[in-house]
């Protein structure tokens, strides 16, 4: 057991601790004391009678880890503390309301010292909700799109405002093909309102050659009357994804919408993500043309986001459309280019495998046994 090493050190494992036992207790029967049991073997007394009362009671004699239990900090509440702040709610919660307040009450009434956060993760984790937070709501699903929508250019519209550093009080709306990222129209504007929208809905349908939909006067008249027909192929032919915004919910847009045979589609509140299409857009809008934010004159601005539609349709390659063009897929261009994209990388590979054994053939062996290898 090593234990004519020398001195006991301070920290010996449980085997050693029952060997000492053992040791004393068999000096003990032979006639000599525990003290000089102790003293002869290095070991102070009093850890002897406490590791015999341990050994007694049925305890293990093997040191417990320092500290707390694995995965518990430190500076951990102890279970007092959360009991305190419970009772703490119970007691003051009707008045307080708020947890904020409680963490502030506890220590103002010598109770329990926490931050407000503590009080809020210990009410939560015993199911305790105080009157002053609000209820907690289940999260909306998220509507799905009407059944006769396809995933096809020229069906599916997305519009979002956005703002610019240089000109903060101006606003630009832009619309977007949802499916060919094509970017039909923006208008720059000093207002924010449901007029901005149908200016730029105008704009985008004159573009995607679908301005024929709101030249029908008849149908026009007959839904200004409230009379909206069932089963009627001509409602609606577009749909137009957007956020909650009040100029999205406008009546004017609504009306204006049902004129041009476009039906609406709202993301949830506060799902940023059900309108990914138009918020990826901006993003890559303003990361690529930080200049953009640079602008103070709203006429360099237009001609500016003039340009930039030009080369985002036109020339800039589109990685959620396979790497082409949203022109190019807009106008159903993308699938071959990307076919021979393809069959050019097929091509490429058997030119240079047929190469390499060509190459391999012509090429003569030295024979000559004066030739170095």
Known sequence: MGLNAGLVPPRVDGPVKVGLLELVEHATGQGFSARWACRQLGVDHARVIAWAAKQ???????????????????????????????????????????????????SRLEQVYVSESTVLRVLFEAGMRLPGL??????RGKTPWPDWVELVPGQI???????FRGLPTWCAIAVVDVVSRYWLATVFSPEETWVQVQTAFIAALEADGKAWLLEDTEFAEQLATGDLPDNDDRVPALLAVSDNGPQMRSSNTAQFMAIARIAQHFGRPGTPNDQAWIESFFGHLKGENPHLD??????????????????????????????VTPDDE????????????????????????????????????PTSPDTDI
């Open 56 to 106: 007694a009671a049925g305890s293990q004699l093997v040191d417990q880890t320092p500290g707390p239990p694995a995965g518990e900090a430190l500076h951990a509440l102890l279970d007092w503390e959360k009991d305190a702040i419970v009772q703490l709610a119970k007691d003051w919660g009707q008045v307080d309301l708020s947890h904020r307040k409680l963490a502030h009450r506890g």
């Open 134 to 139: 609000p209820a907690p709501t289940q999260r």
């Open 157 to 163: 519209y997305i519009y979002d405002f956005t703002h």
């Open 294 to 323: 640079t602008i103070t004159d709203p006429a360099v601005m237009r001609a500016e986001l003039d340009a930039r539609r030009e080369h985002y349709n036109t020339v800039r390659l589109h990685e959620g459309i396979g790497y």
């Open 330 to 365: 807009h106008h159903g261009r993308g699938e071959q280019i990307r076919k021979a994209h393809q069959d050019g990388l097929a091509a490429a590979r058997e030119h240079r495998i047929a190469t390499r054994r060509q190459t391999r053939q012509t090429t003569s062996t």
